[in-house]
Every structure is written in structure tokens, then in C-alpha cells.
């Protein structure tokens, strides 16, 4: 099974950095990903992390350790447009189809 | 490129009816997927798909059924719909198992 935990909400500054966290238990852990979600909209992958250490895309970046059950979502130099929820998701297993399982997200607010 | 739609975008049923929500891709993707989402539950996925002519249950499959008779598409189908089965549904797909998924854009489903 899994559990994936992060924080329901968050609000930052215009220009600021934020970290969102995401904790998970689970067996057979087989990668970690980010997706972005605006409000009545699709989710759109932002990041993939397999391995342990950081992986930077541009203004956002994730880590992930592995030992620990945690990554993060860093987002600099926020704009309002990264008003969102964010979603970690889990990947489990080496059999069947993605077995991808979702946290509950983190709704971030930008303010100016 | 369309990627993947979703048709209706809306749809309110009465209890007891039946409906088939519709997903076609133009990504070549060999992997789809149906998940849900609720208030304060993540995405849960119902069914899934390996490729054209297969199906398999995901975490969340009763109450649901599916078909992939061609590689493009994924129907899901309510067969009498409950109350509990209100929620947005999302379509997605996937290149390989490990590749990152692609969502439409969602349908958003009402039982009374």
C-alpha cells in the first residue's frame, strides 16, 4: 500500500521561493512525480525523480531521498500564474500499468 | 495536436441511469487510464489499459466498466449511476509505463 502525505495549502510571495514537501510509505517504491493542477484544469507533469538528489527544470526543481520517504517541490521567483495545486505522486511496483498513486495536493496561493 | 480529449465536459445523471464518457488520444500512447477526483481524496484510478484489446482494474473499479477496441480510445462506462459516483473524471495516457501521463481536460459528473 501507500500513504502520501503534503500539506493541504500554502501562500507565498510574488518573487519568492517556495518548498512544498510530500512524504510517502510504501512498498516497492519505483519513482516520484509533480504534476501542476490550476483550478478546473487538467494536471500537467512538471518533474520525475527516480533516484535520489536534485533535479532542476528552470525555476522549479525536486528532490528526493529515498530512505527518508521524502521529496520536495522547490518553486523560485514565483509568479502569480504558479497559483495552483500541486500534486505528488507515488509510483509503485513492477507490474500492471503505471500504478501511480496521488496525494491530495497542495494548494498554493501567490499573493503580490 | 489535440493530445487527449475527453467528451462531455459536463453531465448530470439521474440515479439509476447510464452513461459512456469518451477518451480519444492522438499521441500513439499504448497506455490509458481513467481516475477520479474528489475533495480531499487525490486522483484514484478505476481502470486501466496496456494496449488496444486489454483492460484491468485499478484501485477503485466498481460501479465502472471500460473498452479499448481501438489504441485511441477509452470509453468508461456508468451502467446506473449513483450518487457516490459524482466527481470529476479524468482521462490520461501514457507513451511507456514509466512515462509521464498526459491528462484531459476532464469531465465533470453530477448524480442525483
Known amino acids: 500500500g501507500q500513504n502520501i502525505d503534503q500539506p493541504t495549502e500554502m501562500t507565498a510571495t510574488e518573487g519568492a521561493i517556495v518548498q512544498i514537501n510530500c512524504t510517502y510509505q510504501t512498498s516497492g517504491f519505483n519513482g516520484l512525480f509533480w504534476y501542476q493542477q490550476h483550478a478546473g484544469e487538467a494536471p500537467t507533469f512538471l518533474s520525475y525523480n527516480v533516484l535520489d538528489g536534485l533535479e532542476e527544470k528552470g525555476r522549479f526543481s525536486s528532490f528526493l531521498s529515498r530512505s527518508k520517504g521524502y521529496s520536495y517541490l522547490l518553486l523560485k521567483e514565483l509568479q502569480m500564474k504558479d497559483s495552483a495545486s500541486y500534486l505528488c505522486?507515488?509510483?509503485?511496483?513492477?507490474?500492471?500499468?503505471?500504478?501511480?498513486?496521488f496525494g491530495t495536493g497542495t494548494r498554493l496561493t501567490v499573493i503580490p | 495536436n489535440a493530445g487527449v480529449t475527453q467528451t462531455p465536459k459536463f453531465r448530470v445523471l439521474k440515479t439509476g441511469q447510464s452513461m459512456t464518457l469518451l477518451c480519444a488520444q492522438d499521441m500513439n500512447h499504448e497506455y490509458m487510464y481513467w481516475y477520479r477526483q474528489d475533495p480531499g481524496m487525490g486522483l484514484r484510478l478505476i481502470h486501466y489499459?496496456?494496449?488496444?484489446?486489454?483492460?484491468a482494474k485499478g484501485e477503485v473499479p466498481d460501479g465502472y466498466n471500460v473498452s479499448r477496441l481501438k489504441k485511441q480510445n477509452f470509453l468508461l462506462g456508468l451502467e446506473s449511476a449513483a450518487p457516490s459516483q459524482t466527481s470529476v473524471y479524468f482521462c490520461?495516457?501514457?507513451?511507456?509505463?514509466?512515462?509521464?501521463?498526459?491528462f484531459g481536460n476532464g469531465t465533470r459528473l453530477t448524480v442525483t
Open positions: 489499459s496496456v494496449g488496444e484489446g486489454t483492460t
Open positions: 490520461a495516457s501514457s507513451l511507456t509505463r514509466g512515462s509521464p501521463l498526459h
Open positions: 505522486a507515488v509510483r509503485e511496483g513492477e507490474t500492471g500499468a503505471n500504478n501511480l498513486f
